[in-house]
């Protein structure tokens, strides 16, 4: 069995791979094994895995199963104590995996935890998918230390501690394989996006914990697969997003989260059409809609399944505000200037 395994999924990435895998193989190789789980890619990447990365183990899955069901039928092939999955836009760096191994070995309750993410393109800027540790509202709106919405943070150390946090970015996240297996892995029904956030609440709701290590930096492109303007991409989030928050919110909060959610949603559908121009994320944002109460029924039994597993009730990390409000009508901008309840 490995210590820590590196999987990789890849779709059609052979560029990526190209340019970042020769990275991870130097900095990885000897505190881990590293694997890429291939998505029936239709480029080049098989060919260059086999004869590029011959010390890579590869992973052929038969279609593209997306983000979520890719890695639960990859993981299912692999022992390990810890997966480490790894998006194929990232650059590692040197002595990156051990702050990561180490604090997991020290600290038992933790599930999962991620290093802080820096932009490939703007090194001294934090990346959005995850910059230095994920939260949500209290409406299921994410944000990170070091982005809210569309403002990302420059990094000037002021979030180098180590943190616990409601949710690690899927682009670089260390989960122990005992924890992912016991709450259940990725939902695979979400295909992709939101699906990371959702299995870290289900570890929360489970009484697990979640961390960000930045003693541990990666940079990420980032927006590989899926630029942010991409409808099918704002689909995804809403629909996801809504279902997530079906499953995972108490009892006491979930009508009126969701009636709040019903406004919010076709706000920012019009704020699409309206003020931004664009009818294809508009349509998205209905479609979800419609997908999500499409779908609901299937997602009883899971609600009831997770509502029962509760072992913490109140979850700090999921905070009590209301982010449309802090951040466009307070104009706070910034994680550090939000309402705290450490």
Known sequence: MDKVAIVILNWNGAEMLKRYLPVVME?????????IADNASTDAS??????????????????????????????KQI????????????????????PLIEFMDSHPAAAACQPKLLSVSDRDMFEYAGASGGFLDRYGYPFCRGRIFETVEEDEGQYDYTQEVLWA????????????????????????????????????????????IPESYV?????GTLPKSNPMKTFFNFRN??????????????????????????????????LKGSAGDFMAIYRARRAFKK????????????????VDKEIPEQRRFSLLWQY???????????PSTE
């Not at 022992?79 to 002595?95: C, F, G, Q, R």
């Not at 499953?247 to 309206?274: F, G, N, Q, S, T």
């Open 27 to 35: 900095y990885s190789c000897v505190e881990a094994a590293v694997y």
């Open 46 to 75: 098989l060919d260059l895995l086999r004869h590029s990365f011959p010390k890579c183990r590869l992973i052929v899955l038969e279609k593209n199963w997306g983000f979520a069901d890719g890695y639960n039928k990859a993981l």
């Open 79 to 98: 022992e390990a104590e810890y997966y480490l999955l790894l998006n194929s836009d990232i650059e590692v760096t040197h002595h990156w995996l051990t």
């Open 169 to 212: 970015t899927g682009a670089a996240l260390m989960i122990r394989a005992a924890d992912y297996w016991a709450a259940g892995g990725l939902d695979g029904r979400f295909f992709a996006h939101n699906e990371e956030i959702d299995l870290c609440w289900r570890l929360r709701i489970l009484g697990r914990k979640i961390y960000c």
């Open 219 to 223: 940079f990420h492109v980032g927006g």
């Open 241 to 274: 997003n809504l279902t997530m928050l079906y499953k995972c919110l108490p009892e006491e909060e979930l009508k009126h989260v969701m009636r709040m959610r019903w406004i919010l949603d076709y706000l920012a559908a019009w704020e699409m059409l309206l």
């Open 295 to 310: 779908w609901l029924p299937g997602f009883k039994a899971d609600r009831e399944a997770i509502q029962q597993s509760r």
């Open 328 to 338: 466009y009508v307070k104009s706070l901008k910034r994680y550090s200037d939000l």
